[in-house]
């Protein structure tokens, strides 16, 4: 290998078969294995964002309701199979974006600039998640789903991800 060449990422040189498995199965265990973690009893469920997390909600969004509002709408209007993420950035800015199917915005060399960074609020907008309880309903499913946030570990993950990035 010459100098300067790109270097190949191991699962670069697989078959393409076995990198789509990979990504497929890889994302899904990650995304699920977040999902379940940013959800609590509704009776423990705290009613939003604490410190600074709530602070950085508001500084991008205006209030709580606002980005509700707005994380609302794009899960809604997500087509298909997917997630909703709530990402910080490396720029430091907060985005609500979504994912098709088991993608997630981890996955630089899948999604837009725009969407890449580390999430700390994911939804999962696969039909599986919510048909049996509101059939096809997404947005019942969804007015439920904010019910039953673990706004704690928002927060926890927040103050995470900006110690990784930097605020
Ligand atoms: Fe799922």
Redesign the pocket.
């Known amino acids: 290998m010459s100098r300067g060449a790109p270097v190949k990422s191991v699962s670069q040189k697989l078959p393409q078969v076995v990198q789509d498995c990979i990504r497929h199965s890889g994302g899904a265990h990650v995304n699920?294995t977040a999902f379940w973690r940013f959800l609590s009893p509704p009776k423990s469920a705290h009613l939003g964002p604490q410190g600074k997390a709530a602070m950085h909600i508001e500084k991008e969004f205006g209030t709580f309701h606002e980005f509700k509002a707005a994380f609302t709408e794009a899960a809604l209007n997500h087509d298909g199979s997917g997630w909703a993420w709530l990402v910080y950035r490396p720029d430091g800015r907060l985005v609500i974006t979504t994912t098709s199917n088991e993608d997630n915005p981890l996955m630089k060399e899948f999604v837009d600039w725009r969407d890449h960074g580390r999430f700390i609020l994911a939804l999962?907008l696969?039909e599986?998640?919510y048909y049996s309880k509101y059939k096809n309903n997404r947005k019942k499913y969804i007015e439920a789903w904010w019910n039953v946030v673990n706004w704690n570990f928002v927060s926890k993950a927040h103050a995470i991800v900006t110690g990784i990035y930097g605020l």
Do not use: G, L, N, P
């Open positions: 699920h999962d696969w599986h998640s």
